[in-house]
């Protein structure tokens, strides 16, 4: 259904992102990058997001002429704070218990670089609210281990579904990849088409 003239590479470890790409039915690579996230600086979180995803992006660029390279990153903000990664189990209940009863924002940029070097950079939202999270809950889930390798702290595609009421958005944006978004822009500049066959 979809064609690509130039190789597709995914600049990214991460499974959640490489199972939506591969939704498009289309062949891609995967390489990954070794850049330093907390390196870029920025004013908005917006740009913030655009650095981290361009960086990782460009990285793999370099190791990887002749094909496009597609990369993200994903980010939650919880009013003016960034919720990383939590590396302890302290951090993720923490986390978790500003995000209760609240709303936040996920957002995830995409960057898109061409074998000419033409790079195109945009950032999806997404608000996500959560029920009330009683102490009992989000220690269990804590346990559970989901958290420590996601954003925030959660993951909305697994047992992390239970702590959301409600999205305003692309689903799949919060999972690591907005692939509508980004399927309109590879069509939008030629870089996939549609094929007969
Ligand atoms: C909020 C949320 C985040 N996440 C994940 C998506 C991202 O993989 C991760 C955010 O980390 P990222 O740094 O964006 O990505 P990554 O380290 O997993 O992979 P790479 O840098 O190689 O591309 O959090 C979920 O899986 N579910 C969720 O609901």
């Known amino acids: 259904m979809l064609k690509t003239n130039y190789k597709l590479v995914l600049a990214s ?6 199972e939506l790409l591969g939704m498009l039915a289309l062949p891609f690579e995967v390489m990954t990058s070794e850049v330093e996230e907390t390196s870029v600086q920025a004013n908005t979180m917006q740009d913030y997001v655009k650095g981290v995803a361009l960086l990782k992006t460009r990285d793999v660029a370099r190791k990887a002429p002749n094909a496009t ?3 993200a990153d994903t980010i939650v903000v ?6 990383h990664k939590p590396k302890t189990r302290e951090e993720a209940i923490s986390h978790l218990q500003r995000l209760s009863d609240n709303k936040h924002v996920v957002m995830t940029a995409v960057a898109i670089i061409e074998p000419n070097g033409k790079e195109t950079i945009f950032v999806e939202e997404t608000t996500v609210i959560f029920h009330h999270l009683s102490q009992e ?6 346990d559970s281990g989901d958290p420590f390798d996601k954003a ?5 595609q697994t047992v992390g579904t239970l702590l959301v009421k409600r999205i305003e958005g692309d689903y799949n944006n919060v999972v690591g ?11 939008a500049r030629q870089i996939i088409q549609f094929a007969k066959e």
């Open 152 to 156: 925030g702290g959660y993951g909305i």
């Open 13 to 18: 470890a991460s499974p959640r992102r490489k």
């Open 177 to 187: 990849l907005p692939l509508a978004a980004l399927f309109s822009q590879l069509v």
């Open 78 to 83: 919880y009013k003016d704070e960034l919720l």
């Open 137 to 142: 809950l989000i220690e269990a889930y804590v």
């Open 69 to 71: 390279i597609i990369g």
